[in-house]
């Protein structure tokens, strides 16, 4: 049985062929890079609803012509998405305005104007943090959280609002273009602190979409990421060279579909992903957030099981700026095997250049969207490689901080799954084993870790496979254990970097 899955990135389109039979065989993939972003003032971040689309039917045209599979052989579609974008339409399913991505951090004043006064802890008021936590478990902290952007284009663009018929997210919307039907996954929808997690309760929570001022009427149905959403529509196969009633099963969100691709579905199991942004993830039996390091656990295809984890915005984003920035010095492109020759021949600290990943801000361990990278320490000495190891470096000193942020709230594994387009660079991985002192795994076909977690789901939601059989077929094809001496040198380096983020966090606050 051949499924096809698509990974929906900031910067790619992955369209995924996978074989389901006892296994999860990955056959080929076809990546499309056609969805600009466009930048709006240093805080608005949108993509276009048009050219996901476009993207998907295109690249499952190709894949299928490039592998030699007719569409009749094709028993389901399924996604994995970016998540915490607010995408609205109207009554006919058209978008009112363009969607306003994770990235986008213009709601900064809805935010505070909800949370920002009275009594508070961790910066919000404890009466309002206490409420959203007993009726949906979540806390929405930030600008990016989809409803205070929802209220952004209720506060500044009137006349779009008035149009808004259902409130989505990015999968959530490609559903839609696939089956016709509106609807939310569960994740989609926790994530959208609307959700009434409180125990006999499911659906929406008609008490915080009271208090946030969300219009019930914009809210769609739930559905589990393992449901048969619907099939797909005539006009969806013709434009994507599938066959008419097509199963579509829900998929989700990256954080949980990335966890499942890296094989991680018991308790305890961490994994770490590095593509354009940057995840640390730990599988935990319940829903908790911690409003001191800006992290929760998130709902995922499994109902026993939920996803604790911090986010970093720019992980691989930062290196590809690296990649292109040293290739404009002599007029040439550096391919990742050129690069990685660079890196492997720089020395550990990088000669003293030290790497701050916070191109777009940082989500967690805090908070904080006007805070940029930092890169110090430069001298006549330094070379192309030495700037390309102290980005790798730090961007390796985040995801130990998450880490350790987990660590203190929960049991993370002593082995890590690691995945992701930068997983592909075998150097990239021993430093992460030496910073963090962690032994590292790295998955078969990292890179489409995302999409072969929602082929998983599909495969669950079509009575193919259960759950605990996916750990069992998720191959490992590397293992990268601490080199002492590095991780030695790592941990005194660590502690600058420490130190460096607090002092940038102090120029910034002026």
């Not at 199963?247 to 579909?257: E, F, S």
């Not at 495969?459 to 750990?471: N, P, S, T």
Request: proline share 3%; charged share 20%; net charge neutral.
């Amino acid at each position: 049985m051949y499924l096809v899955t698509y990974d929906i990135g900031n910067s790619f389109i992955k369209a995924t062929l996978t074989k389901i039979a006892n296994s999860i065989e990955f056959v080929g993939a076809t990546v499309v890079n056609t969805h600009s972003t466009t930048t709006l003032g240093g805080k608005g971040v949108e993509q276009s609803t048009e050219q996901w689309w476009d993207s998907i039917c295109r690249s499952t045209k190709e894949l299928l012509k490039n592998y030699g599979i007719s569409s009749d052989q094709i028993k389901g579609i399924s996604f994995c998405s970016q998540m915490n974008a607010t995408v609205l339409v109207d009554e006919n399913g058209n978008t009112v305005r363009p969607p306003m991505t994770f990235l986008d951090r213009r709601a900064d004043k809805e935010f505070k104007d909800y949370f920002n006064h009275g009594l508070k802890i961790h910066g919000l008021n404890i009466w309002k943090l206490i409420k959203a936590m007993r009726h949906t478990c979540m806390v929405p902290v930030g600008a990016y959280s989809p409803i205070w952007k929802y209220k952004w284009v209720q506060n500044n663009e009137p006349e779009n609002f008035a149009r808004v018929d259902k409130f989505l997210d990015v999968g959530d919307y490609l559903l839609y273009k696939a089956t016709g039907r509106l609807v939310r996954t569960e994740d989609s929808a926790f994530c959208t602190a609307l959700n009434d997690c409180r125990k006999g309760h499911s659906g929406w929570s008609h008490t915080m979409a009271k208090a946030y001022g969300i219009k019930e009427t914009h809210l769609p149905e739930i559905v589990q990421s393992t449901d048969i959403v619907g099939r797909i529509t005539a006009t969806a196969a013709e434009q994507m060279g599938l066959e008419k009633g097509t199963p579509v099963i829900a998929g989700g969100g990256d954080v949980a579909m990335v966890a499942v691709g890296c094989g991680n579905i018991q308790n305890n199991q961490t994994s770490i992903y590095c593509g354009t942004s940057g995840s640390v993830c730990t599988v935990v039996d319940r829903i908790i957030q911690f409003a001191d390091i800006m992290m929760i656990a998130v709902k995922g295809p499994d109902p026993k099981q939920k996803y604790l984890y911090g986010e970093l915005e720019t992980a691989g984003k930062c290196f590809a700026w690296a990649r292109e920035l040293i290739g404009k010095l002599d007029n040439s492109q550096y391919s990742y095997e050129e690069c990685a020759s660079l890196v492997s021949k720089a020395e550990p600290g990088a000669h003293g250049l030290m790497f701050t990943p916070f191109m777009n801000g940082c989500k967690t361990p805090f908070e904080d969207g006007d805070i940029r990278s930092t890169l110090s320490g430069i001298s006549l000495e330094t070379t192309r490689g030495d700037l390309l190891r102290a980005v790798i470096e730090g961007i390796c000193f985040h995801f130990r901080w998450l880490l350790e942020c987990q660590a203190k709230k929960c049991k993370i594994s002593d082995t890590i799954r690691f995945a992701g387009g930068l997983a592909r660079i075998n150097i990239m991985n021993q430093i992460l084993a030496d910073v963090t002192g962690h032994t590292i795994e790295t998955v078969k076909h990292p890179q489409y870790v995302g999409a072969l977690g929602a082929a998983a789901v599909a495969a669950i939601g079509l009575g193919q496979m259960k759950f605990e059989d996916i750990h069992s077929y998720i191959e490992i094809t590397n293992t990268y254990t601490p080199n002492p001496e590095n991780h030695e040198i790592y941990n005194k380096l660590y502690k600058k970097f420490l130190d460096k983020v607090k002092s940038d966090r102090k120029l910034v606050k002026g």
